[in-house]
């Protein structure tokens, strides 16, 4: 059985972190377009900078609840035939126990650099711009995340996985921001059964079931579900 797996934010709010958009759109009182996007960071970088190290240093506070333990649970058992896709940029799915995550909105602790395109694990501040550790420039190095207008990371991994997947299930995300809104449709194209678990369905959702609730409680028992325990 080979399944995907499609995480949003909603599995990391009941762990206590705050979703970057808020209900009247704004990221932790600021707007997209001035702190998500490359011009944004052409134009302000220092405002940008603080903002994802704030974010970052967030992390500290918070840990994995129970439906990122159930899913590293469903990989304990299915191995490599389990993707696991997060559109969250937290690393509470690898503190969960999960290893064969794809964040394809990229991650918090990890850096880009501009110059070389090198990328590393990083747990402290860019604010004060330090030095990329493999090319030794300063003002080179970026949050590894993916801004609005940039493509998101391992599409071509998951497109791959969703046209021989047996089971697609999306978990506390909105399923109206593409390109991970178009998932369902692939995984209905290779004859997927399809699964939501969410605290309200998707309007206009196309899944074969919905599972309605916080994760901490539906995730838990569709892996129980699915793994016949």
């Given at each position: 059985?080979?399944?995907?797996?499609?995480?949003?934010?909603?599995?990391?709010?009941?762990?206590?972190?705050?979703?970057?958009?808020?209900?009247?759109?704004?990221?932790?009182?600021?707007?997209?377009?001035?702190v998500a996007t490359p011009?944004?960071?052409?134009?302000?970088?220092?405002?940008?900078?603080?903002?994802?190290?704030?974010?970052?240093?967030?992390?500290?506070?918070?840990?994995?609840?129970?439906?990122?333990?159930a899913l590293a649970r469903?990989?304990?058992?299915?191995?490599?035939?389990?993707?696991?896709?997060?559109?969250?940029?937290?690393?509470?799915?690898?503190?969960?126990?999960?290893?064969?995550?794809?964040?394809?909105?990229?991650?918090?602790?990890?850096?880009?650099?501009?110059?070389?395109?090198?990328?590393?694990?990083?747990?402290?501040?860019?604010?004060?711009?330090?030095?990329?550790?493999?090319?030794?420039?300063?003002?080179?190095?970026?949050?590894?995340?993916?801004?609005?207008?940039?493509?998101?990371?391992?599409?071509?991994?998951?497109?791959?996985?969703?046209?021989e997947v047996d089971v697609?299930?999306?978990?506390?995300?909105?399923?109206?921001?593409?390109?991970?809104?178009?998932?369902?449709?692939?995984?209905?194209?290779?004859?997927?059964?399809?699964?939501?678990?969410?605290?309200?369905?998707?309007?206009?959702?196309?899944?074969?079931?919905?599972?309605?609730?916080?994760?901490?409680?539906?995730?838990?028992?569709?892996?129980?579900?699915?793994?016949?325990?």
């Amino acid at each position: 059985m080979k399944v995907v797996v499609l995480t949003g934010a909603g599995i990391s709010a009941e762990s206590g972190l705050a979703t970057f958009r808020d209900a009247d759109g704004l990221w932790e009182g600021h707007r997209p377009e001035d702190v998500a996007t490359p011009q944004a960071f052409r134009r302000d970088r220092r405002l940008v900078q603080r903002f994802y190290d704030e974010r970052r240093a967030s992390l500290g506070r918070v840990r994995p609840n129970a439906a990122h333990v159930a899913l590293a649970r469903l990989e304990e058992a299915l191995g490599d035939d389990l993707l696991l896709v997060t559109q969250n940029v937290d690393d509470l799915h690898e503190r969960g126990g999960s290893r064969r995550v794809l964040h394809m909105h990229g991650e918090l602790r990890r850096v880009r650099c501009q110059r070389c395109e090198s990328r590393h694990a990083w747990e402290g501040t860019l604010a004060d711009e330090p030095r990329c550790p493999s090319c030794n420039r300063r003002r080179a190095l970026r949050p590894d995340i993916v801004w609005f207008g940039e493509y998101p990371h391992g599409m071509d991994e998951i497109h791959e996985a969703l046209t021989e997947v047996d089971v697609f299930a999306a978990i506390g995300t909105s399923g109206v921001v593409y390109p991970a809104a178009g998932f369902v449709d692939y995984a209905h194209a290779a004859g997927a059964t399809t699964v939501e678990l969410n605290l309200v369905p998707t309007p206009n959702g196309d899944f074969h079931t919905t599972y309605e609730g916080p994760a901490t409680e539906v995730v838990p028992r569709w892996v129980d579900h699915l793994l016949g325990t």
